[in-house]
């Protein structure tokens, strides 16, 4: 062979090896799969095709209480059911023993609104209050010694031979209404 075609099969061959070469190196870094592939972007025989990433699910809106199971009525406006972890049960506990009571089962409530709407704040109460007298309940207000805040305000409810305690404690820009069945505490021996 010639000296001066040596360089020139080198070259070419250099050349020809070129998309092979960078094919497999575009296909892996671009994520296209079919890039620089030689079977039409089919996995090859015992590969699989790479998975789809998941499609991300819209965020799922919070679930809200309409009505209380409780006092069997209705809100207008539906709250956030509340989840407790034994801070609701202990104060409504505290609250419900000041009135010689105790609770038995508890429903707890939250509502959001822009902070400082106290006229929205006043129509969530209005309507509660509202909703539980259209079930049936005989609504008073009650002081309860253990409630020192003097924003929270505490309600009896009674009909037929039920009585519940709630409390109403009004935020910024939000509420919580705590709602107890209530029994009459047992009498403790001396």
């Known amino acids: 062979m010639r000296g001066w075609m040596r360089p020139l099969i080198l070259s070419a061959l250099i050349l020809g090896a070129a998309p092979f070469t960078a094919g497999s190196a575009l296909a892996q870094g671009t994520g296209n799969p079919n890039a620089g592939s030689q079977n039409g972007g089919k996995p090859a025989a015992g590969k ?3 998975k789809e990433a998941p499609k991300e699910t ?6 809200t209480a309409a009505g209380s199971a409780i006092a069997q009525a209705s809100f207008v406006v539906q709250p956030f ?3 407790d972890d034994g801070t609701y049960k202990e104060f409504m506990g505290a609250a419900a023993a000041d009135l010689n009571r105790r609770c038995t089962k508890q ?13 929205r704040r ?4 209005e309507s509660t209050l509202g ?3 259209k079930a049936g309940w005989k609504l008073g207000e009650v002081k309860v010694r253990s409630i020192r805040d003097p924003g929270t305000t505490a309600y009896t409810a009674e009909k037929a031979k039920q009585r519940l305690l709630a409390v109403w404690t009004p935020m910024e820009n939000a509420a919580i209404l705590l709602l107890c069945e209530t ?4 009498t403790t021996k001396k």
């Open 107 to 119: 429903e707890n409530y939250g509502w959001e609104f822009k902070k400082d709407d106290d006229a």
């Open 81 to 83: 059911p509340l989840q």
């Open 122 to 125: 006043d129509q969530i109460l």
């Open 183 to 186: 029994e009459a505490a047992p």
């Open 48 to 50: 699989e095709a790479p």
């Open 131 to 133: 909703s539980f007298r």
């Open 58 to 63: 819209p965020k799922e809106t919070p679930k």
